[in-house]
């Protein structure tokens, strides 16, 4: 598993400066400001691109944003999405021959990698992130925003030459500076960081990932580019007798994310199975989004314009129904047809949306105190973005510093962590490692793994010190591996191929005329191969009830390449584990 590179190159820091960062963590937290300074400019240049596109390409009035607009000229609406999504495709069609490999986003370069990102990389996901929101197309911005800001801080560490622990906190840093100021919440920010890039809380990485987001937030205000606070009416306090309805909606909206995860997994293979090429497919998923846009422009964009636009409006029951069920449609059709971007934006309007759907519903419950729609808004959204993209208490500090008011702050995180249990009860993904799963990697969240996949059975392997052949006699076995020469001794067949292993200390008690080693075979049929990581391993050995395994180079060809053992492999695994827990703690 090779580690992303770059073909930009590096700068050459002078040795003295380098060795301040890796030795001073006074040193290291301004280069995280750095990082936060960075990021923010990037949401900025991503923020003015898009804007641009969306207002000449869609003809909006001066103010408005595209997801806010009452209605859209019905051929910009349809027309932008497709050629937008043709064009994207265009460039899938011609990376593919230039760079093949998957780009990396930061939760798989902090899992696998230590926090190896290629700048140029993360350029592309940005530029192709912003291009798809910009011709309308229903996907979050946190995609670009995140990668742009990470990928800037994984090459700055790269060429600081940071240890992995260190670049690993540093590309959270990025990432958290580039949440915060798109969203002008620092701690929002912070905990994305956190919660979703580096995956482990410690008081060792707080303080960096907590500069890099103020930097990145004073960076976005200073430019004029901070997001004003949501305008939504809620109570003073939220009475103790109505968190059951609460713990209620988080529950729906962990069902409700797990639907649309679904449905969005369900189209890409609908794609897949219908043998469209995948340069064609943003064509036609931009042209579900145009129709929708020209039912609603609500469905369009990620959303974030018209969730501060609507927030607060009490729509009819059906129509925040259609208006929520166009939004999931389009978001779905958006991501499976091969626009780039994420949920995290667009599950915010939806669960808004959602939200007030959920009102309406429990409205007409007896024994329900009515409680206001905007309270059902909010909730619902932090509940459902908790439920796609993980990270509860990401979403409960986002709907503290977007509404200012503290008194709900406690019904939100109640939600939050309903909505995040639930989907990881009955799903056991959030959207991101869900993807991961289909591609077959095995990532649940952004803590550190890749030390587990380097550390393979190729690796740990010693030399068979013993081989015999299925059909010596067991007199002949006992006077060639008498007992003390070796534990196990692996059988191979006059070709060379392994048929099991056999153990000196049972030929020593098996008695009997014409009886031989292949009478006392074991585990003919597991074994392991050299490219296996150690879980995977651990995993086999549980399955054989086996204390040692012999490690084989293919299963057709099955020639004996070592033999390891299980109690070997759990030191090695235990080893690594203990030293990773110190890197964080600090020890």
Not at 436 to 444: A, K, V, W
Not at 566 to 573: D, F, G, S, T
């Amino acid at each position: 598993m090779d580690a992303p590179t770059d073909p930009a190159g590096f700068l050459q820091v002078p040795r003295l400066l380098r060795a301040l960062v890796r030795a001073d963590e006074v040193w290291l937290a301004m280069l995280a400001a750095v990082v936060g300074v960075l990021a923010g400019f990037g949401v900025v240049l991503i923020n003015a691109f898009t804007s641009l596109m969306h207002r000449y390409l869609f003809a909006l009035a001066p103010g408005h944003g595209l997801s806010d607009s009452l209605s859209l000229d019905p051929l910009r609406a349809i027309a932008v999405p497709m050629l937008g999504g043709l064009v994207l495709g265009l460039s899938f069609w011609v990376l593919a021959r230039f760079r093949p490999k998957p780009l990396v986003d930061p939760i798989e370069a902090n899992a696998l990698y230590g926090g190896r990102m290629s700048l140029t990389d993360s350029l592309i996901v940005a530029a192709q992130t912003a291009w798809s929101n910009g011709v309308g197309a229903s996907v979050g911005m946190e995609a670009g925003y995140a990668q742009l800001g990470s990928g800037v801080a994984s090459w700055l560490g790269r060429n600081f030459r940071l240890r992995r622990n260190d670049l690993r906190t540093l590309v959270g840093c990025g990432a958290a500076a580039a949440i915060a100021g798109a969203f002008n919440a620092p701690l929002c920010g912070a905990f994305y960081g956190i919660e979703l890039i580096i995956g482990i809380y410690s008081v060792m990485t707080l303080p960096f990932v907590v500069i890099a987001a103020l930097a990145g937030t004073l960076t976005v205000q200073i430019l004029g580019f901070g997001a004003p606070p949501l305008d939504v009416t809620l109570p003073a306090s939220v009475p103790h007798e109505d968190y059951g309805i609460i713990l209620i909606e988080g529950v729906a909206c962990g069902v409700a994310g797990i639907v649309i995860m679904r449905g969005v997994t369900l189209i890409e293979a609908a794609f897949r199975r219908s043998g469209i090429p995948a340069w064609l497919r943003p064509l036609l998923g931009g042209a579900v989004v145009g129709l929708l846009g020209c039912v609603t422009p609500q469905a369009m964009s990620s959303g974030h314009s018209a969730l501060h636009a609507y927030i607060d409006v009490a729509f009819p029951f059906l129509v925040v129904t259609g208006l929520f069920l166009a939004k999931a449609t389009a978001s779905a059709f958006s991501i499976g047809a091969g626009f780039r971007g994420g949920l995290f934006f667009a599950s915010l309007f939806l669960g808004a949306l959602f939200g007030k759907v959920f009102a309406g519903v429990v409205s007409i419950a007896p024994f329900v105190t009515p409680l206001p729609v905007g309270l059902y808004a909010v909730v619902g959204m932090s509940g459902l973005a908790a439920a796609i993209v993980g990270g509860p208490m990401t979403m409960t500090c986002l709907a503290l510093e977007t509404t200012q008011n503290f008194s709900v702050t406690m019904a939100v995180l109640a939600a939050a962590i309903v909505a995040t249990i639930t989907v990881r009860r009955l799903f056991g993904y959030s959207f991101a490692t869900w993807r991961f799963h289909l591609r077959g990697e095995q990532i649940r969240s952004a803590v550190d793994v890749g030390w587990i996949h380097a550390l393979t059975v190729g690796r740990m392997m010693r030399a068979v010190q013993a081989i015999a052949r299925p059909e010596t006699s067991l007199k002949a076995f006992r006077q060639d591996v008498p007992l003390g020469a070796t534990q196990r001794v692996v059988v191979t067949d006059a070709a060379g191929k392994y048929v099991g292993i056999a153990y000196p200390a049972e030929a020593a008690v098996v008695t009997g005329e014409g009886r031989n080693v292949g009478d006392i075979l074991h585990h003919q049929d597991y074994f392991l191969l050299p490219g296996m990581n150690v879980k995977e391993a651990l995993a086999i050995f549980e399955t054989a009830e086996a204390d040692a395994l012999a490690v084989l180079d293919g299963s057709e060809a099955r020639r004996v390449l070592g033999l390891l053992t299980e109690q070997y492999a759990l030191r090695r695994y235990n080893e690594e584990l203990d030293r990773r827990r110190r890197e964080v703690s600090g020890e």
